[in-house]
């Protein structure tokens, strides 16, 4: 007989206690589309990583099971990325204690670049390194800016090539749904 509060190992999701706010509310669908993301055809699981952290510390992938993560692909010289990151820090400040991850890796060749950028536009959310684009790669990165939405189980949910308006109505109904 298990414990009181213990995981009966069945996969059982807890449920999560959504922030309130305002705007319309979209499936995981009609979000998607909104927001132009690639759907993949057939259930893929997100290849795991650990990648260096600004900060010295360091961030695992699969440490994030039964979270929704957004991996983002960026550089400091990338103008549409430096674009969508005020948006990238508004969606995580209003998800973040509900069980949503924003990782944003720098592709940055001089990762010394990283931390004076991130300083400066106050970003909260993790910043990781891949200087030599060994992620990068292996997610197959062609383009920046570039984001994979990785679900609750492990699995991308979907990928946006190009910068998007993380803070609409769309990317909030996203991360709600995908939490749900």
Known sequence: MARPGASSGGGAR???ALKPRKGRVLTVAEAA???DLIRPSRQKFAEDFTLPLVGGTKFRLADQRGKVVLVNFWATWCPPCREE????????????DQGFVIVAVSLDADPAVVKPFVDRHTLTFPVALDPKMDLGNAYGVRALPSSFIVDTQGYLAAL????R???NDASHSLVEGLLR
């Open 165 to 167: 308006r993380w803070d």
């Open 14 to 16: 807890r449920r999560v």
């Open 160 to 163: 946006a090539l190009g910068p």
């Open 33 to 35: 589309k909104e927001l």
């Open 85 to 96: 990151m005020p948006a990238m820090e508004r969606l995580w400040q209003h998800h973040k």
